[in-house]
């Protein structure tokens, strides 16, 4: 080989040293060169815990929202930054939504006039909030989120009796009246959020749906499923063409997720919608607390 040649390909190699020292710390891997039966039977397992948790949380977010607390902290179990953890996740769970919105089409379909009028706030607001994601440190806004859920879960657990209040301010929207203003602000808000993170957005968006516009639990539970379908799409296409995903584990927890989602429906039909309320709101104090405790 001449000798220039071999000159520039030193370089070249010398040049990429600094991108391994800088990468395997982000992400918690072993490397490619770990093929031992040892790390390959680790990495198996790993699937399947990751596998198992974006069952959960499919089935969570098709009931109740909030299927990436499991999911978010089951990555960064396994290894990976928060920033990848988070990107990832958010390509993992999006067809969960899918699946839970399949067994919700009927009540979609009731409610298509509502859904279709706040799909511009949803997906506005979740492009500003994967923008401030790939902008800012996710840490940053972290911080806040089991403030936000305790909120949500105190609007959730009231929901009736604000609803109410809403109603005599004339800010009620029955099934077949046009959208409230209010509501496509705070859909927007809600999709800002989740398109930066995402945790317990379906609470969120389930509490602001039953205060501003009152319907039955399920139709409701359409309906989130639906807006967080698109929210979680349009991050997803930002992450996918701005950002890194780990598409391995996406990919696998993805396949899960959808399944979870509709499981998830199908025995939130068989629940009473005063006690499905009720295990929402627990679960979302749970996962406050938890987030909280660990921040």
């Known amino acids: 080989m001449p000798e220039g040649h071999q000159h520039r390909r030193d370089r070249l190699h010398e040049s990429r040293l600094p991108e391994v020292d800088v990468e395997e710390p982000q992400t918690g891997r072993s490397g490619p060169h770990d093929l031992s039966p040892r790390s390959r039977g680790d990495k198996v397992l790993e699937l399947a815990l990751l596998s198992l948790a974006a069952f959960v949380a499919g089935g969570l977010n098709a009931v109740a929202g909030g299927g990436t607390l499991i999911t978010f902290p ?14 990832t996740n958010t390509v993992a769970i999006w067809p969960g939504t899918v699946g839970g919105s399949l067994a919700y089409r009927t009540e979609i379909l009731e409610r298509r006039h509502r859904a279709i009028s706040l799909l511009p706030a949803s997906v506005l607001g979740a492009a500003a909030g994967a923008a401030l994601l ?6 940053q806004f972290a911080k ?10 105190v609007l959730l657990a009231f929901q009736g009796r604000l609803g109410r209040i809403a109603a005599s301010r004339g800010m009620h929207a029955s099934a077949d009246e046009a959208v ?3 509501l496509h602000i705070s859909i927007f808000f809600v999709a800002v959020y989740g398109g930066y993170f995402g945790a317990g957005i379906g609470i969120l968006m389930l509490a602001f749906l039953g205060i501003v516009a009152p319907d039955t639990l399920h139709h409701s539970n359409a309906l ?12 997803l ?11 391995g ?31 929402i709101v627990g679960y979302g104090l ?10």
């Open 237 to 247: 296409l930002a992450f996918a063409v701005f950002s890194t995903v780990a598409w």
């Open 249 to 279: 584990p996406a990919l696998v927890m993805a396949v899960a997720s959808t399944a979870g989602g509709y499981v998830g429906v199908r025995v939130a039909r068989r629940i009473n919608p005063t006690l499905l309320r009720v295990l």
């Open 224 to 235: 989130k499923g639906l807006l967080a379908l698109v929210i979680n799409l349009v991050a």
């Open 134 to 139: 790939l902008l800012t440190p996710p840490g």
């Open 286 to 295: 749970t996962v406050a607390t938890v987030l909280l405790v660990r921040s």
């Open 144 to 153: 806040v989120v089991p403030w936000l859920i305790y909120f949500a879960c």
């Open 74 to 87: 089951a990555l960064i179990a396994a290894g990976y930054a928060p920033k990848i953890a988070n990107v």
């Open 180 to 182: 409230p203003p209010v």
